[in-house]
């Protein structure tokens, strides 16, 4: 009897303080993934990975655990697998880093990871309850894939064109677009067209494609990129109709955009065209006078050079071999050969052992 | 002398008869015949002779007779031609009702008043003592006369003299013949120039002589437009316009071309200084018409034109119309917004959208864009053209029309957001954003400017991306902007942003009992205690804007927490926990995993009350070992896991 009231007490007793000690907060992540359907073998991904707490009035222990079988290496955590949920923070960033070896092979990879909070200090009495939340992780591995999407375009005034003597030099229009990059291979548009008209709409005055390079987006990056395209027009308000050529054949977005041309030196830290703007036309009438006159100057000199250069080879053989047999050849007669217009050429051929094969045609 | 006469006639017959022997026939009457014939002849030269010197001798000498002659008045005349001073030809000819002056170099030999008159037809003037000369037929017939005090230069000096015309108005003749004399007043013998002067008309074949050239202009009546038109439209202006008075045909008709001058400022060829709204592009016999496209961007509202027709000689219209002031309008239209300039980012500028408050709002999401206007971005009152916008906000697959801003009762917080909805609360605040895009509105010829949205969003917003029944869709937004007229257009735009899960969990209770146990007992049914009381149970909430499963582990319970023995006298396994979504027999229940998680199906919905999340409630039961004998506080430690519900509802 006594025993059982003991007994019956410590159960009470063990009843009573077995309360559940409850974090009484809210605990969640955003996006509750790493997914990438786009990955190519020696690519590199991140993902974040946003913690939410809704009440953050204590520290709280946060541990990673990866459950991805067969490519757990490829996983990494910026804040290492054990982090600390600082009180007062009701968001913490994580970045989940995925690396995909060179070697991997393509195909679909999926798994999880874990992620556990639990309390800093002493534990309460009883059960406590600790919140988690788990991320998916899935993975595709494939070809090369290029892709990305415009997510916004801007068209900038320009100013209207000039010509210097008689070379024409066109205004600049800038195009700017926000691109993301939705590949696994950098990834530029493959050129800018614009068809620009009145500014009804109903004229086709010009058309137009960069003139630039666009620079290259990286796997999975977003980023803004310009394109620079000339124009001839004169000062006044049009609207340009854009392409923005994903490919040859394909586009990426196409929509309309109006365009303002102001007299030359309005707009404040304009950069116009310069050399690169003019056309293929104007740019040869600078280009080839320049390499003739480089030619004329240059090419007598090297003739010079080689001339010389063979004299002296050819005054080096006859003092080191100055007959060969049934040949008599003599140093006057080398001279006589050396002027000739065509001498006879020297080859080589692939299976001689040593000797030269004389081209006797040519003679 | 009759003597000498006489031989010499004897000398000459003598010398007839001697040198010509032929003559015989030279006998001695013929001689006296022709000695006769010769002395009368003689006689008859002398008389003459003598009675002119006698005359001669009269005069001048002593005893001769005078007689004397009175010339009266001279008329004055013409030093040179007369002429019109500003020439009226058939390329200059003078607008009918215009006032015309003549001039004339002229003199009078007594030095007397000239008065240059100009008359209609050649009929012989009248020149009047101390008075203006008048033409043949009377005043009817007269162009112009001198008035004033007309010249008298001293003579031989000559003058200029001018007549001006009262308006000449012909609205039959396109010429009038002028014919020009020169009179002066003198008393009791006033003279007027000759009318066979060959001068009276100018010189002959100059554009300065006669006839005056008559231009009859147009009567411009009223005029006409085809609007009120939109920017980028073309409006038309068409005059009533005609020569009402005579047609001209010399060089061809009168064409007329119509200007619609911005000022009243035209200069009789070109509008002034005020500008040009337009002109007629070819000039017409009647009627002319002039148009233009409205420039975009242009301002709403009415505005003046000033009209004027001149025709192809230079005469300006005559009429009510000329120069008065007409009106024309533009359209209000309502502003758009520009394509690919639409952005809706989240507090962190990302288009991969995160919500970051559990059972609340997470603010700071903007969807940022630009109003293109064809009005202009601004008014002329310089106020902003778009004055307000109303946005909606929802998932791409969702009904168009379920969230189109146009009724209330759309706002659901889950798949549709809508400013325009009076009977929801969202807290948007809309603006104009001269930063986005760097797009200020700079004036009446900038027709877009940025603008900015920012409102939060519930937790309950439907999300779009990956492990989501509605990952195939994005957001979407339909924006309404409203200019100051209260035009309005829809917008409807894919944004290319997602909306992410926020995958989270609440408890609410921060309790549950097991009751009271012996070593060996325990609940026989999950939830409830030894009383028959429920007892036990957790809800849990799904505070985040996904459905959720669970991973639910737990740890050995003993009085040391983390540092237990593992004995079966002081350490409750976890596996002695039991637990379920409803009151089963504890043999039922999912016992309690340790270390490695287990997957528990769940499926809480995914809240969609912003007030009241959907709870998912676990019932605990658990048997203390009998093999315990160790009493005190056992501890352990419980985790759940959210997880993402992997069925199709959600």
């Known amino acids: 009897m006594q025993r059982r009231a003991i007994f019956f007490i410590a159960g009470a007793l063990l009843s009573w303080l077995m309360q559940t000690n409850v974090a009484l907060a809210g605990f969640g992540i955003t996006p509750p993934y790493v997914h990438n359907e786009t990955l190519r073998p020696g690519s590199d991904f991140t993902q974040e990975i946003i913690i939410v707490r809704s009440d953050p009035t204590d520290d709280l222990n946060a541990e990673l655990t990866i459950n991805t079988p067969g490519f757990e290496s490829w996983i990494s955590s910026d804040r290492g697998l054990k982090f600390l949920l600082p009180k007062g923070e009701s968001q913490v960033r994580l970045k989940i880093a995925v690396h995909v070896p060179d070697n991997a092979k393509l195909g679909d990879y999926r798994g999880s990871i874990r992620i556990r909070t639990s309390g800093t200090g002493e534990q309460g009495s009883g059960i406590s309850l600790v919140l988690g939340a788990q991320i998916d992780v899935f993975l595709r591995v494939r070809d090369q894939i290029f892709d990305f999407e415009v997510r916004r375009v801007e068209l900038f005034d320009a100013e209207e064109g000039h010509k210097v003597l008689w070379l024409n030099y066109p205004g600049k229009m800038t195009f700017a677009m926000q691109l993301e990059n939705t590949g696994n291979v950098p990834a530029a548009p493959y050129k800018i067209r614009f068809e620009t008209y009145d500014i009804t709409g109903r004229q086709l005055l010009e058309t137009s494609e960069n003139t630039n390079s666009i620079k290259e987006i990286l796997p999975f990056a977003s980023q803004r990129v310009e394109a620079y395209l000339p124009t001839f027009l004169p000062t006044g308000s049009y609207r340009v109709k854009y392409n923005v050529m994903k490919e040859k054949d394909s586009s990426a977005q196409v929509g309309e955009l109006t365009l303002s041309i102001f007299p030359r030196g309005t707009i404040a830290g304009y950069k116009p065209y310069g050399f690169e703007g003019l056309s293929l036309p104007d740019k040869l009438t600078l280009i080839l006078p320049v390499v003739t006159v480089s030619l004329a100057i240059v090419t007598p000199v090297l003739g010079r050079k080689k001339r010389r250069a063979r004299r002296a080879r050819r005054e080096a053989s006859e003092s080191a071999t100055p007959s060969r047999g049934g040949m008599g050849v003599t140093s006057s007669t080398a001279r006589m050969r050396s002027q000739a217009p065509s001498a006879p050429s020297v080859r080589r051929s692939a299976a001689s052992s040593g000797g030269d094969v004389v081209n006797l045609k040519k003679r | ?650």
Not at chain 2, 30 to 58: E, N, R, W
Not at chain 2, 107 to 135: F, H, M, R, V
Request: aromatic share 8%; net charge negative.
């Open chain 2, 1 to 650: 002398m009759q003597s000498s006469c006489s031989c010499m006639v004897y000398n000459i017959v003598n010398k007839l008869h001697t040198m010509d022997g032929k003559f015989t026939y030279w006998k001695t009457a013929g001689k006296i015949t022709v000695a006769t014939g010769i002395f009368a002849l003689v006689t008859l030269i002398g008389v003459s002779t003598i009675g002119v010197f006698s005359t001669q001798a009269l005069a001048g000498g002593s005893g001769a007779a005078t007689s004397t002659v009175k010339v009266l008045n001279t008329p004055p005349r013409f030093n040179a031609a007369p002429r019109e001073v500003v020439v009226s030809a058939t390329t200059t000819p003078t607008v009918n009702g215009s006032v015309v002056v003549w001039s004339a170099d002229a003199y009078d030999s007594s030095s007397n008043n000239i008065y240059l008159l100009i008359c209609k037809t050649g009929g012989a003037p009248t020149a009047t003592t101390s008075a203006q000369p008048s033409c043949a037929g009377g005043i009817s017939n007269q162009l112009a006369v001198t008035s004033g005090t007309p010249p008298a230069p001293i003579y031989p000096a000559t003058a200029i003299v001018y007549a001006t015309s009262s308006p000449i108005i012909d609205n039959v003749n396109e010429t009038i013949q002028w014919y020009a004399f020169v009179c002066d007043d003198v008393v009791g013998l006033p003279k007027c120039s000759k009318t066979t002067d060959p001068l009276v008309q100018g010189t002959p074949g100059a554009p300065e002589a006669s006839p005056l050239v008559i231009n009859h202009p147009h009567t411009f009546s009223s005029l006409t437009n085809d609007g009120p038109k939109d920017p980028g439209q073309l409006i038309t202006f068409t005059a009533s316009s005609t020569e009402v008075t005579h047609q001209d045909t010399i060089n061809g008709p009168d064409l007329a071309t119509l200007f619609l001058c911005k000022a009243a400022d035209f200069t009789g060829t070109n509008c002034g200084s005020g500008g040009t709204w337009a002109s007629s592009t070819s000039a017409v016999q009647t009627n002319p018409v002039a148009s233009w496209t409205f420039p975009i961007p242009t301002l709403d509202g009415t505005t003046t034109t000033y009209p004027y027709i001149v025709d192809s000689r230079g005469a300006q219209a005559i009429g009510p119309q000329q120069g008065t002031a007409s009106t024309f309008t533009v359209n209000n239209v309502a502003p758009t917004i520009v394509p690919g300039t639409i952005s809706l980012v989240d507090q962190y500028a990302s288009t991969s959208m995160k919500l970051v408050v559990e059972k609340g709002e997470t603010p700071n999401f903007k969807l940022s864009f630009q109003v293109s206007d064809y009005n202009s971005c601004t008014t002329a009152a310089g106020t902003p053209q778009a004055s307000s916008t109303i946005i909606t906000l929802y998932r791409s697959g969702y009904p168009d029309a379920s969230c189109n801003g146009l009724s209330d009762g759309q706002q659901n917080y889950n798949s549709c957001y809508s400013s325009g909805d009076k009977t929801a609360s969202w807290n948007v605040v809309c603006a104009p954003d001269p930063t986005y895009m760097s797009d200020s509105c700079t004036g009446p010829s900038d027709m877009t400017v940025g603008w900015s949205c920012t409102f939060p969003l519930w937790y309950t917003t439907d999300p779009t991306d990956f492990g989501s029944p509605w990952a195939s869709e994005q957001m979407k937004v339909n924006i309404t902007p409203m200019d100051h007229a209260g035009a309005t257009s829809s917008n409807l735009k894919l944004t290319g942003s997602e909306m992410n899960i926020l995958s989270a969990l609440g408890l609410t209770a921060n309790t549950f009992s097991f009751g009271g146990w012996e070593p060996g007992q325990g609940n026989t049914t999950i939830g409830v205690d030894d009383q028959g009381a429920t007892s036990s149970l957790l809800a849990i909430e799904a505070t985040g804007n996904a459905s959720l499963d669970a991973n639910i582990s737990g740890t050995d319970m003993c009085t040391t927490p983390g540092s237990c023995s593992g004995s079966p006298t002081d350490t409750i396994p976890a596996s002695a926990e039991h637990y379920a979504t409803s009151t089963i027999a504890y043999a039922s229940g999912v016992s309690l995993a340790s270390t490695t998680p287990k997957f528990f199906d769940f499926n809480i919905l995914k809240s969609t009350s912003t007030s009241t999340p959907n709870t998912g409630t676990l019932y605990w039961g658990i048997t203390v070992p009998a093999t315990i004998t160790v009493s005190g506080d056992y501890k352990g430690q419980n985790a759940i896991d959210a997880v993402i519900n992997s069925s199709a509802t959600w």
